[in-house]
């Protein structure tokens, strides 16, 4: 049983470095605390505290109802949101996949410049839960950053499910060899950058349309998630309850510049 308060932060030390693909390193973290991780799912998000500059171990919040506290906010840590890839409650880890898109950027920095016993802080989780419901029919789309959560979703689900992936991937290698889907669900596959996008959007279009009875899943960058969730919701009338349609990021924006109007969209 989770002895915890449901929102806690854990200083967590890079215990394996598995390069997946091309573009996606995945981090193996482990703490002893995370014997009583309050686990929802694999596909959950956490936020992810990174040390600042001259720092081995970042600052740890706490929570208050209305977000983080700091002792310090003069020093707070970079925070950025990642994927529950598989928590391991026998081993005490947290495996997060990492898009490597640059050293420039504070998280793929981190992740392109890990060594083993590197520190980091992670929440508890966060978002929707379950994620997905029942459905008759599935629809997932996303790009690498949505792959984690579309890898552990699959993983999970029922077995006679039925419907659509589209994956927008940087390269045919960044395409998992273990991704396995139920026999009634079709992969669908872009290989290349955002220019791509109207074509998936396009092929998407084709689809017969989804019902209430269906469900959507789609997440990545926001202009591959705005026009999908606007097919769903203008052509196909999917209710809200029907979907999860979240920009994970934003070209040319970093997390800071992009929080708030990420949260707009979703709200809206
Ligand atoms: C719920 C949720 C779950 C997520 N899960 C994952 C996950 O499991 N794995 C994962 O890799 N990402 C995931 N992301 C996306 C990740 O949070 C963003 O990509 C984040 O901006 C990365 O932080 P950064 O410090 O590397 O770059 P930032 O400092 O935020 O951005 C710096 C620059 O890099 C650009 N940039 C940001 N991300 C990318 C990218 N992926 N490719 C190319 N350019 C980029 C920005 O537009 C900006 O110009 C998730 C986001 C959300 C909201």
């Given amino acids: 049983m989770n002895k915890r308060s449901p929102h806690h932060a854990y200083l967590v030390r890079v215990q394996g470095i598995i390069d997946l693909s091309p573009n996606l390193r995945r981090l193996v973290l482990h703490s002893d605390e995370l014997a009583d991780y309050p686990h929802q799912f694999n596909g959950a998000h956490i936020k992810i505290f990174l040390a600042r500059h001259g720092q081995t171990t970042p600052q740890l919040p706490q929570f208050s109802g209305h977000g983080f506290n700091w002792t310090k906010p003069d020093k707070k840590p970079i925070v950025r949101t990642y994927t529950i890839r598989d928590y391991d409650a026998k081993a005490c880890t947290i495996s997060i996949d990492f898009v490597k898109h640059g050293n420039s950027a504070p998280a793929s920095a981190f992740a392109e410049q890990a060594q083993l016993g590197d520190m980091l802080g992670i929440s ?107 097919l769903l919701r203008t052509q196909w009338q999917l209710p809200p309850l029907r979907h999860y349609a979240v920009p994970y990021w934003r070209q040319g924006e970093n997390e800071e510049s992009y929080h708030a109007a990420r949260h707009n969209f979703i709200e809206k």
């Fill in 124 to 230: 508890s989780p966060g978002g929707p839960n379950p994620m997905l419901k029942m459905a008759a029919r599935y629809l997932f789309a996303g790009d690498i950053t949505a792959l984690p959560a579309i890898e552990s979703l699959l993983a999970t689900i029922q077995t006679d499910a039925c419907g659509d992936v589209v994956l927008l991937l940087p390269q045919i290698e960044d395409l998992p060899a273990t991704l396995s889907l139920p026999a009634g669900m079709r992969l669908h596959t872009f290989y290349g950058d955002l220019s791509l996008v109207p074509a998936l959007v396009k092929l998407v279009s084709t689809f017969a349309p989804l019902t209430c009875d269906d469900f959507a899943w789609i997440a990545g960058e926001a202009t591959l998630v705005k026009p999908l969730r606007e």
